[in-house]
């Protein structure tokens, strides 16, 4: 083990504490490292349709014997995957339709489990090691520090068995350490399929103008540049969904990262007014109405979300998109953010409900404000691209496919890596047709 990763190094970034920098150039599209993960959970939703262990999606998967719920591509991934498996193996038979923990919980079992069987420095540890990751515990709020109790009962109730767990203010400093350090695995269409700690990512700070990008091979992690850099310069990567205006981006940020950024883009806000370009009137808009329904966008945006999570009845969150879309656009331009939020989600409910016109008509509203307000090289851009390629081929339009097709490769071409299998399996699509 080195304990350096080749261009890069580690230093104390002014105000942001430790920081990564790169020490030779790099251009658009370039890959600075590839890091496995310490450790990775697959999501109880994708089970059946992803192996456990590698996240290779594939129709012949392998059935756990004893559990019935975990599904492998073949012995050597079951059998790779089992010291992390045995932790909930028995414990989903035992527990049926009772076993629920989290998938934080999940994640920080097989994190517990994997520091006890660790040997060795691990090779996602060449520049920071997995307990020197930031934690934040004093600066949670109580309904944070609830839910890391509930998490904390459920990784005792189902993990106890196989799992010699911390005393409650070590578990307490993990579980903050998980929830500022993960990272989400996703898809080519961003459908989240797991989470993981990456303990070498985990020096990356923050910046709403992103140097590289993450995107994932399996369930190893890749940084690429989205900008030319020179040495010196410090790797930057976007902790949030960067569509929304500044206030929201440092809400996010303080509520889940606790700080706020100053990057030139929340000093200047020079992206502010477009995001939240109200509709062209003969009489300009009074800022009050302005700003109560920036206030109605919010409220109705955390309203929809808990009702997703609770109820998830399709066509009440369709009735529930149509009606702040028709509210919002008496004032707000449909470019502006929260009209983009709320047609994203009826995009993808309808893309559940198999209204593949509805979800056309949606899709492609998003396209030029998306390619105009996120930065370039954005997976935000390339997944609608992608999304719309693929809604076109079920209707038979060819033409539009290819077109839509072409132009999410080129973005992901740039944020994967020419030789990705995604990269491969678009190659296949656009020569098919």
């Not at 009772?98 to 994190?111: D, F």
């Not at 470019?335 to 893309?351: F, T």
Request: hydrophobic share 35%.
């Amino acid at each position: 083990m080195t304990g350096s990763i080749k261009g890069l190094e580690r230093f104390d970034s002014p105000g942001k504490g430790r920081g990564l920098r790169v020490t030779r150039p790099f251009k658009v599209g370039e890959l600075l490292f590839s890091c496995p993960a310490y450790s990775h959970v697959l999501s109880v939703k994708e089970r059946g349709c992803y192996c456990e262990f590698c996240f290779t999606r594939t129709q012949h998967l392998a059935r756990c014997g004893k559990c019935k719920k975990a599904f492998y591509c073949n012995v050597k991934c079951q059998k790779g995957d089992w010291a992390m498996h045995k932790l909930e193996c028995s414990a989903m038979v035992a527990f049926g339709e009772n076993w629920c923990p989290s998938e934080i919980s999940r994640l920080v079992a097989r994190i517990l489990a994997k520091k006890k069987m660790q040997k060795e420095r691990c090779v996602c540890e060449k520049m920071f090691l997995i307990g020197e990751m930031q934690s934040h515990t004093e600066d949670e709020d109580n309904e944070k520090r609830e839910m890391t109790e509930a998490d904390i009962a459920r990784l005792h109730r189902f993990y106890s068995k196989h799992l010699d767990v911390l005393d409650h203010k070590e578990l307490l400093t993990l579980f903050s350490q998980v929830g500022c350090n993960g990272f989400t695995i996703e898809d080519d269409e961003l459908s989240h399929l797991g989470t993981a700690v990456y303990p070498d990512m985990a020096l990356i700070n923050h910046s709403c103008l992103p140097s590289v990008i993450v995107t994932y091979k399996g369930t190893s992690a890749e940084v690429r540049a989205v900008q030319d850099m020179k040495p010196g310069d410090e790797v930057l990567i976007s902790y949030i969904d960067l569509l929304y205006p500044t206030d929201d981006r440092n809400n996010r940020l303080r509520e889940s990262y606790y700080f706020i950024c100053d990057c030139q883009e929340c000093k200047s806000k020079s992206k502010d007014k477009a995001k939240l370009k109200v509709r062209e009137q003969r009489d300009s808009t009074e800022p009050d109405v302005i700003n109560n329904m920036v206030r109605y966008a919010r409220k109705t945006i955390r309203e929809f979300r808990e009702f997703k999570h609770t109820k998830n009845i399709l066509h009440e969150l369709l009735e529930m998109c149509e009606q702040s879309l028709e509210e919002m656009g008496a004032v707000f331009d449909d470019s502006n953010v929260y009209m983009l939020h709320m047609m994203y989600q009826a995009m993808g409910i309808c893309m559940y409900m198999q209204d593949l016109d509805g979800a056309i008509r949606y899709g492609e509203k998003l396209l030029k404000p998306y390619s105009h307000l996120y930065p370039p090289y954005s997976l935000n851009v390339s997944s609608v691209y992608l999304k719309l390629g693929r809604l076109y081929l079920g209707l038979e339009r060819q033409s539009a496919c290819t077109s839509a097709l072409k132009k999410a490769m080129a973005i992901m071409e740039v944020a994967h890596g020419k030789d990705h299998f995604y990269i491969e399996e678009l190659r296949k699509m656009i020569a098919q047709k």
